[in-house]
């Protein structure tokens, strides 16, 4: 089963999203890099889940570089020094550069790509329920309000945030290294108009950056992407 993705948007960002049934059970479509990576994992989840986020990529990769023809193997994906993923084309020609995030949860892979140096992040979340004291700890006094002031959809209000802000986080170079109260998700656009599904947000961090979002709820999952950049998304078929 191929894996599912998104239209590529005019702002040159491309969502893809698969499930870890998709992913093939031999070795072929990785790169020696990731194939030596790959050895070295030894918990059958953290296998899965690096495997499935690997696949995903490689999906919105070789959109994004509209060159279906590349095989997977040519495509190398491997952790920075921060740990963020980095995006080498092994395949012979000039390539441009990528910015990319991966998520994953529950069996389900998410990743974001865009052209040049944007800064960006995505994330997926299962919806699940969160504590008094979770959103106490990790959340800002108006987003435990707005949270609160859900009723029955708290769970979900709190799980939307929580996305909102590890894709911020990834934006940053900063993942959960960061106090999670230093970024605001401003979830404004709730009620606003959406585009196949998504809704925007926005999330301010430090020194007064300001991150433009979207946001999407489909099944038990909630999804979010963020950048510096301007960005249009289309739904996730």
């Not at 969502?15 to 870890?20: E, G, I, K, M, W």
């Not at 060159?67 to 920075?80: F, H, N, Q, V, W």
């Not at 959960?176 to 979830?187: F, I, M, P, Q």
Request: aromatic fraction near 6%; charged fraction near 25%; hydrophobic fraction near 45%.
């Amino acid at each position: 089963m191929s894996a599912e993705r998104s239209t590529p948007s005019a702002a040159g960002v491309v969502l893809a999203r698969s499930t870890a049934g998709s992913v093939p059970e031999d070795d072929s479509w990785l790169s020696p890099g990731e194939a030596a990576v790959h050895t070295r994992l030894r918990v059958s989840k953290r296998v899965a889940d690096w495997r499935l986020g690997r696949w995903v990529a490689k999906e919105a990769i070789l959109r994004a570089l509209a060159a279906p023809e590349l095989p997977r193997a040519a495509l190398e994906i491997l952790a920075s020094s921060g740990g963020a993923p980095q995006v080498r084309v092994l395949a012979p020609g000039v390539w441009p550069r990528l910015a990319l995030s991966i998520s994953h949860a529950a069996g389900t892979g998410f990743a974001a790509v865009a052209r040049g140096d944007a800064r960006l992040g995505c994330d997926v979340e299962e919806i699940a329920p969160r504590s008094p004291e979770f959103v106490s700890d990790y959340f800002t006094a108006d987003e435990s309000a707005w949270i609160r002031a859900g009723g029955q959809e708290r769970h979900v209000r709190a799980n939307l945030v929580w996305s909102a802000k590890e894709s911020a986080l990834k934006a940053l170079g900063e993942g959960l290294r960061k106090d999670t109260r230093s970024v605001a998700v401003e979830v404004g656009g709730a009620e606003g108009p959406a585009v196949e599904g998504w809704r925007p947000l926005k999330v301010v961090a430090p020194a007064e950056q300001v991150f433009a979002g979207w946001w999407l709820l489909v099944g038990d999952f909630a999804w979010t992407v963020v950048t510096d950049a301007c960005i249009e998304v289309e739904g996730l078929r």
